[in-house]
């Protein structure tokens, strides 16, 4: 049954790809976070070929391009492999997980490395594979612990507290859990990537709900990431499908997006820059009309170019804008939900 929808309102696009190693443009983008001072945190994963080029990078609402940092990758201080999924706790403090490296990294609001926690294994204070992050009004970090198929509770130090979690498809179980996020009243919501569901839990770690399963145009298919606004309305990056949906407080299906994405300040920069790009562009038919057997969501969305491809993650700034990170696009859609 479809129920009332948030009310949900495109506001604008940022970014554009950036094939060298730094500067304005991200990198196969797979998620941003929002410091106090409004800033935008983005974090690049980047692809095989430009692994030396992971880092974060810093602008703002109105695409000043502010900085940014990495320490490229590897295993040392402030370096990673395969970064996942970033949070800020109440000290500006930004914690980054890496599921290669098997462990969460903080710096400073300025990019300068702090410290680094986490020892891969399967006892119950280890992790594997580290992916989605959320962190609490006490600074209390939860992480989705991929491999181990559970979710683990640190201190903001790393000092283990305790988790919760088993392999399975029952209530309270996990395959491979991915994203994940918190609402107002302290409820942890898990993007379950491999059960293709949402799963809410008690701060404590009790089962409360599951939602998003059983596939069709309300369903979900391999998601990736799950923000929760202030009227308690969930928002799901649902990868397999190339969209974001939208559930009620309650679980119940609200509203599909399919992107809107128009072009950026920069790549606005880069066309008057380079006529030829713009004359080919204006030749060029983003919007097409695809047959039937290519009627698919990777097909349609890699085709159509206002559409998510490669939605991966979702975050709320302090405003309630909806920020949709697009690996595959090199770029975020912006949205008020207020």
């Known amino acids: 049954m479809v129920v009332a929808s948030a009310p949900v309102e495109y506001l604008k696009t940022i970014g554009i790809v950036n094939n060298g190693?730094?500067?304005?443009?991200?990198?196969?983008?797979?998620?941003?976070?929002?410091?106090?001072?409004?800033?935008?945190?983005?974090?690049?994963?980047?692809?095989?070929?430009?692994?030396?080029a992971i880092r974060v990078g810093i602008c703002n609402l109105d695409e000043d391009y502010l900085g940014e940092f990495g320490y490229g990758a590897g295993g040392g201080d402030g370096q990673m492999v395969l970064p996942v999924a970033m949070a800020f706790d109440s000290r500006d403090r930004l914690y980054v997980t890496d599921e290669y490296n098997h462990r969460v990294s903080v710096f400073d609001s300025d990019g300068k490395f702090l410290e680094k926690w986490g020892v891969r294994g399967s006892g119950p204070d280890r992790i594997n594979g580290p992916a989605g992050i959320a962190i609490d009004d006490a600074d209390n970090v939860y992480v989705a612990d991929q491999h181990n198929h559970r979710i683990q509770k640190f201190t903001a130090d790393g000092e283990w507290i305790g988790g919760w979690g088993a392999p399975g498809s029952g209530e309270g179980e996990f395959n491979m859990?991915?994203?994940?996020?918190?609402?107002?009243?302290?409820?942890?919501?898990?993007?379950?990537?491999?059960?293709?569901?949402?799963?809410?839990?008690?701060?404590?770690?009790?089962?409360l709900a599951s939602f998003g399963s059983g596939g069709g145009p309300e369903g979900l298919i391999r998601p990736s990431s799950v923000a929760v606004d202030d009227r308690g309305s969930v928002y799901v990056a649902d990868w397999g499908n190339e969209r974001v949906q939208i559930f009620t407080p309650d679980g119940s299906f609200s509203k599909t997006l399919r992107g809107q994405a128009t072009l950026s300040?920069?790549?606005?920069?880069?066309?008057?820059?380079?006529?030829?790009?713009?004359?080919?562009?204006?030749?060029?038919?983003?919007?097409?009309?695809?047959?039937?057997?290519?009627?698919?969501?990777?097909?349609?969305?890699?085709?159509?170019?206002?559409?998510?491809?490669?939605?991966?993650?979702?975050?709320?700034?302090?405003?309630?804008?909806?920020?949709?990170?697009?690996?595959?696009?090199?770029?975020?859609?912006?949205?008020?939900?207020?």
Not at 318 to 335: A, D, P
Request: with cysteine; proline share 7%; hydrophobic share 35%.
């Open 21 to 52: 190693f730094n500067g304005r443009g991200f990198a196969n983008p797979y998620d941003t976070a929002h410091d106090r001072a409004g800033r935008i945190y983005v974090l690049n994963r980047c692809d095989v070929a430009r692994r030396t």
């Open 177 to 207: 859990p991915w994203g994940v996020a918190m609402d107002g009243a302290g409820s942890i919501y898990v993007a379950d990537w491999r059960n293709d569901r949402v799963q809410k839990f008690s701060p404590d770690g009790s089962f």
């Open 265 to 338: 300040k920069w790549a606005k920069d880069f066309l008057a820059a380079n006529p030829d790009e713009q004359a080919t562009r204006d030749i060029s038919d983003l919007r097409p009309k695809l047959p039937p057997h290519l009627n698919t969501p990777d097909h349609l969305s890699s085709q159509i170019e206002p559409y998510f491809w490669g939605p991966v993650s979702v975050r709320f700034d302090h405003s309630q804008r909806l920020f949709v990170t697009e690996t595959n696009r090199h770029r975020l859609q912006i949205y008020s939900t207020t």
